[in-house]
Nanobody
Framework: QLQPVESGGGLVQPGGSLRLSCATSGFTSGHYDIGWFRQAPGKEREGVSCISASGVSTDYADSVQGRFTISRDNAKKTVYLQMDSLVFEDPAVYYC?????????????????????WGQGTQVTVSS
């Protein structure tokens, strides 16, 4: 029953921006790490960014460091991924996922195996 819901994907030109949203209305505030992951055709799913249950800690893949920003709006129970300076390597289906960890002080994008609850994904396309 618990499942985050992604939105905000679409078509953008190289160098453009998109903001993805992950709605987590069914999840208890402060108890879940939220991560963003992506999978391109023919490639393995990879971690993009995450934010800890407390919202204090964030992590980014090297490939998006400095271009993407993750944030959390606890009042709306929504996590955002602001993607700037999009390049041809970024197109993929982007997923958000939740990991129950109420005592977490940090998260890591490499730990996708810990995430139990996954959204359906939203498509991001970069094209000129």
């Amino acid at each position: 029953q618990l499942q985050p819901v992604e939105s905000g994907g679409g078509l953008v030109q190289p160098g453009g921006s998109l903001r993805l949203s992950c709605a987590t209305s069914g999840f208890t505030s402060g108890h879940y790490d939220i991560g963003w992951f992506r999978q391109a055709p023919g490639k393995e799913r990879e971690g993009v960014s995450c934010i800890s249950a407390s919202g204090v800690s964030t992590d980014y893949a090297d490939s998006v460091q400095g271009r993407f920003t993750i944030s959390r709006d606890n009042a709306k129970k929504t996590v955002y991924l602001q993607m700037d300076s999009l390049v041809f390597e970024d197109p993929a289906v982007y997923y958000c996922a939740a990991h129950w960890n109420p005592f977490a002080s940090f998260c890591a994008v490499s730990a996708q195996g810990l995430y139990r609850y996954w959204g359906q994904g939203t498509q991001v396309t970069v094209s000129s």
